[in-house]
């Protein structure tokens, strides 16, 4: 089937009559939902809207976790004519608030009671004149006039679209609407970004070539539906016939790998940081810390092999895969043959670590306003550091300063409600996205860095913070860290601890400590970070050189506004949250240095 729409998706998925198309988790047990059972429930779905008098270009919004009833409104939505605007179920009230109050949406799906109380506290601040829950509750009195059960509107319908329905969704053209999707904002204010229904569905096409995509795979959805990226993923796989295992919350994924055992793993570096953090960890003491240290030197020399898509055949390497890279690989289920990574940069030492345990990460690249994926890499095109090779229907430029500028199909139309941001966009009809990068002469494109994270010192240096942050997650006692220092004379660095292998340390080195504060605060854990911190340097630039440490007792999380919904960080929100400390730190180094 062509794929011109992404309603041809829905269609491709409903025709192939598979006994598996989604998996979810019921009391206990994964329950399958048929390709049968899809086009049921889209069309009790589809049916209702209709009823409810929903038309074409109207903002319909979503708010949930990942669960099939996401996927069922937003087929039911696009097959209308309607247009999907995902929320994150962890935004505050009045980030959703904004986000409802900007695209207009005058329905919303909301997952659980939880959202739904959400919603009711902005609900008079919005145009939202309807409610679907998802769950089977009891829906509160004062909130009776607003609300529908959508387990009533997935069974309401024959088995099938109704003609007239069926007649709307195949009218669909490419140019027209699909969906907005609203930035995590690490820089300011999110916007909408408006993409249609072919800006996807062209990239859907492209994206996976080079993969063997097939039904009888299974992937796991966990990766918030509100990202671009995540959204393209589960809409490609559906179309290839992938079954997708829906995951609601992130902190259930270790056990949902081991009950699924998933063929594919489509993760953001944040997740295999985590996996890697865990063996780093896992090998501590002797025989243990001998043996994983064995194995990784095994895994270097038998690199190129594993990057060139083989398996080695060495008794070493089968020796050392059953002592250590199989174990690595059984905490993930036993059973994934394809790995990739976006949503953000996943750095080369992680990448280069992979690799050594036998495992090759196929890393892409790309934007919401670009539907999203830019250049991604292959089982047949691949090279590490690299994102890859750009989209066959995609052209790539570099700007005179190093930006990306990107134009073809899957570039968006602009940004909801904000024309001039929309022309400030783009450069002769090539979209900038932001970022520095360049392509290498077998046509792999390179990124290096935000353009607004770049880090310029006093001096008129430029740093590009991420690959520096990159290096220093890879040791495990490090969770999270934001490098700052534009305008100032030195660069430093923001740490936030990984407190359970910390707090391990410190007990076992017998440094006592009563809260978090206190343990940061102790001389001694000072010293082993700056330890971490003066090896990476090591490696940098005079320049890039880190000169100061500040290690915080907080953790940075999404819930705390210090990382986007989809992990990536808020440098800004950092930088103001410490202003005071890092002050004193630019200020001490002042006195150590006056004459």
Known sequence: MSLTTLNDIFFAATERNLDR??????????LPISSSDLRRNV?????ALRQWGVHKGERIAILSENRPEWSTADFAILLLGAVTVPVYATLTPEQTAYT?????????????????RKVQTILSRTAVQKIVVMDDIQIPGDLAAYCALMQQFMTQCPLTLDAQTESLARSIQPDDLATIIYTSGTTGTSKGAMLTHGNMASNI???LLGFDMRPGLISISFLPLSHVTARHVDLALLY?????AYCPFIENLAETLLEIRPSLCVSVPRVYEKIYAKAESSARGFPKRTIYRWALSVGRANKPAILAGETPTSPSWKFANKLVFSKIRAGMGGNVETFISGGAPLGRELAEWFATVGIRIHEGYGLTETSPVIAVNTPIHHRIGTVGKILSNLEVRIAADGEILVRGPSVFKGYWNRPEETQNAFEDGWFKTGDIGHIDADGYLSVTDRKKELIKTSGGKFIAPQPIENSLKLNPLVGTSAILGDRRKFAFVVVSPNFALLEDWARSNGIAFSSRAELVGNPRVQSLYESIVEEVNQNLARFEKLKRVLLVPDEFTADNGALTPTLKLRRRVIEERYRKQIDEVYAQAEATTAP
């Open 21 to 30: 198309v989604m998996l979810h988790r019921r009391q206990g047990k994964w």
């Open 43 to 47: 069309a009790g779905t589809a049916h």
């Open 100 to 116: 409802l109050n900007d695209s207009g949406a005058s329905v919303i799906f909301v997952s659980t009671e939880q959202q739904l």
């Open 205 to 207: 096409a492209c994206s």
């Open 240 to 244: 290839h016939g992938v079954t997708l």
